[in-house]
């Protein structure tokens, strides 16, 4: 069953802690994204990665951080300096060479 | 930022009907892409126009790039239930990324 994972579905933080979101894909796609989605927004890009070992910030990049140590995964830790965390959580991967980008089924964090 | 925006912000409409979207952008792009999210899901990749063209169909989903007015809109025939969702566009500039639009909630009535 091939395509891109998320886990967990839904998530909870408590004031101060950091928490980390899964995403693997065995799709063997070269780029990953992280976005962020707000109620009735559009997605924002947080971090991308379109090689093993690198990753880039996007547009909202405060308060959180990637690494991308293997090619099929791609974790973001919310830190406790995100003083809004609570929204959508969108993981998406892409072939070097296509266009389009493939996404995960999300997982949505709220603050406790 | 948000490159695109999206219009109108929902649209209601009885099964069977047409629905239009539109979607403004304000740079130059390589590419714009269509994408539908059902409530609480990731989104799935409807369609993609390039640059250097005007339209593009695909099964009951056309749609037209005018890249003089830095615009697009999707247009959905003969549209379901099933078509209830929200439609968003993206705007690829380069470096592999994708803008997207604020997108048009849809609600197809039976």
């Known amino acids: 069953d091939g395509g891109i994972t998320q886990s967990p579905k839904y998530l909870f933080r408590k004031e101060g802690q950091n928490v980390t979101l899964s995403c693997e894909q065995n799709l063997n796609h070269d780029a990953m994204y992280w976005y962020r989605q707000d109620p009735g927004q559009g997605l924002r890009l947080i971090y991308y990665s379109q090689i093993v070992n690198d990753f880039q910030k996007g547009d909202i990049a405060e308060g959180y951080s990637v690494s991308r140590e293997k090619k099929e995964s791609f974790p973001l830790t919310v830190t406790s300096a995100q003083k809004n965390p609570t929204a959508f959580y969108l993981c998406?991967?892409?072939?070097?060479?296509?266009?389009?980008?493939?996404f995960g089924a999300g997982t949505r964090l709220s603050v406790l | 930022s948000q490159q695109g925006e999206e219009d109108p912000q929902a649209l209601s409409i009885q099964e069977g009907e047409n629905a239009t979207m539109n979607c403004s952008y304000k740079t130059s792009i390589n590419n714009l892409q269509w994408y539908r999210q059902n409530s609480g899901r990731g989104l799935v990749h409807l369609i993609l126009?390039?640059?250097?063209?005007r339209e593009k169909h695909s099964g009951r989903l056309r749609v037209t790039l005018d890249t003089s007015k830095k615009s697009s809109s999707l247009l959905i025939t003969a549209s379901r239930a099933a078509d209830t969702a929200s439609y968003f566009c993206a705007t690829e500039t380069g470096a592999q990324k994708l803008v997207f639009g604020q997108g048009t909630r849809l609600t197809i009535n039976p």
């Open positions: 126009i390039r640059s250097n063209e």
């Open positions: 998406a991967s892409r072939k070097a060479e296509e266009n389009i980008q493939y």
